[in-house]
């Protein structure tokens, strides 16, 4: 069984279309990047997924409906919806005593251990923490939830770099094994690019790409073309090309990498070079849409 | 799957999860046990600074037949029980207008929507507060007042040998038992303002107070021109301040006494069947709707 099965995924607000008919199927033990511009749908998505919403079209999510079996749901997943959502005159010793009565898969112990590393202290409300350190809270929470399925929607957003590194960091080594799933969002896509095993790009309420990372890495190549192959380098139908330095970086989709590094420099591309590429032509990438990986 | 031990089942764990939501909302809202004490201190300290008048204002009180004395005596005690139970009842009233609305606002609720909580506990363990937790809090609250008043009006009047005029003229076990059966009624029969300010604080973008004050007050005021009746604005009147009208059979001059409670009357009144049909109403409506709701 998926962890997340979707197909016709619909959800409408009024005359805007926020999800547009979305087929999704994401297996267990994946980290799935779920990029896209602002209103793109990702939220929407991710509503969904977690029963926040209503929506049309079929969702299966750990073999359950969300939205009519929320709190049910909710037992194995976990969620950090945005940062700061953690009640601000809440206590951090009453937030883990909270946790620990209502949640079944919960470890105290466990949650203890990770705020200890941090300069989080017990008796501190969480209006009294910073920014970062809330996040830190929320995450030693979610982390000490033994869930099959963690969402998470911007979770670094606002947080300087140094947190964001250890959030990643954390998730991987402290939290991450072969039968969890991840679903992130978020805006800082350097960062998730080696976390990643699974890539989504997301437009006006569509997939408009969909692959694993191994099929991004194979499919996508960067090449950092010589002067004199600029007329080869476009007949050979690059998504796009761009000038860094003086020089011209073109990206090209499913080409021969022998056949490139012949007129340049080849390199994997960054995913928000890729994301750059396939939003300013969208409809271009869009009859071309890869299969999923199943 | 076999290696995974069996989840207990949904209804095994309402009990816990109700109870930690109850805790919770505690920890949230202090003001609920601190504001009537604090109404209480104000109360204590009033009675302290009057007492040098008690001593004059007894021997006027004794002068007067035992029924009219009685009151007198007893008229202090029963202020202090009718202020701190209208304090309650506004701290309820907020307490609930402010239940399903500070979480959207504060975007909390998309913290609680992440945990195995229903929205069934979540506004169920809200409404407890009012109908619930302030209750017992309350008596508490106001018996003790009650009895410091007693203990400073024992001490003031001491000197002049009257210390136990008030001991004899206040009972205070019968007017404990009568306290405790006023609070269940006043409580049964504000249950639907309860529910309406719960509804109200689950449905309002903004202005909650507007929200749970005008709607009702329009609905008067267009039966009042269309009609020229004022069925409704009675209605609403007499669930404000109505509660005893058929739980006591009140006397003129006189303080109110056990014999004097009225149970069966007031539990065969369709008022408090209707009106607690309607609270479940709302409540109901509250639950459905926290499903739909996110942060503002």
Known sequence: MATIEASGLRKTYGTTVALDSIDLRVEEGRILGIIGPNGAGKTTALNAILGLIAYEGKLNV???????????????VSFIADVAVLPRWIRVSQLLDYVAGVHPKFDRTKAEGFLARTQIKQASKVRELSKGM????????????????????EPTLGLDILFRKQFYDSLLNDYFDHSRTIIVTTHQVEEVQDVLTDLIFINHGRIVLQ???????????????????????????????????????????????????????????????????????????????????K | MNAESPNPSPAARVTPTFVWSVKRELWENKSICIAPAIVAAVILFGALV????????????????????????????????VVLMITAFIVGLFYCLDALYGERRDRSILFWKSLPVSDGTTVLSKLSIPLLVLPPVIFAIIVATQFIMLL????????????????????????????FYGL???????????????????????????????PPAALAVFEKITFNTSYFWDMLKNRLGGAGDTAFTFQMHRGLSVDQLTPGRFLSTPGLWIGLLVAAAFVFAAIRLRRYRAAL
């Open chain 1, 134 to 153: 809330v996040t830190q809270l929320h995450l030693a929470i979610v982390m000490a939830i033994d869930a099959k399925l963690l969402v998470l929607d």
């Open chain 2, 152 to 179: 400073i009006s024992s001490a003031v009047l001491a000197p002049s040998g009257l210390a136990g005029t008030t001991w004899t003229n206040f009972n205070v076990l019968q007017q404990s038992v009568i306290l």
């Open chain 1, 62 to 76: 750990l073999g359950r409906d969300p939205w009519n079996t929320r709190d049910e749901l909710m037992r194995d």
């Open chain 2, 50 to 81: 009057s007492s040098t008048h008690l001593p004059d204002r007894r021997r006027n009180a004794l002068l007067l037949d035992e029924v009219r004395r009685q009151a007198a005596i007893q008229l202090p005690y029963d202020i202090v029980a």
């Open chain 2, 184 to 214: 269940i009624v006043i409580t049964l029969w504000h249950a639907p303002i309860y529910g309406w300010a719960l509804l109200v604080s689950g449905i309002a973008r903004r202005a909650t107070f507007l929200w749970l004050v005008l």
């Open chain 1, 211 to 293: 692959c694993t990372m191994e099929q991004f890495e194979a499919r996508y190549v960067e090449v950092m073309v010589h002067p004199d192959h600029l007329a080869g380098a476009r007949s050979l139908k690059p998504l796009s090309e761009r000038q860094v330095f003086g020089r011209s970086v073109f990206l090209f989709d499913q080409v021969d990498r022998n056949q490139l590094s012949a007129i340049g420099d080849v390199r994997t591309p960054s995913i928000a070079d890729l994301f750059v590429a396939v939003m300013s032509n969208h409809s271009q990438v869009g009859h071309q849409k890869p299969e999923v990986s």
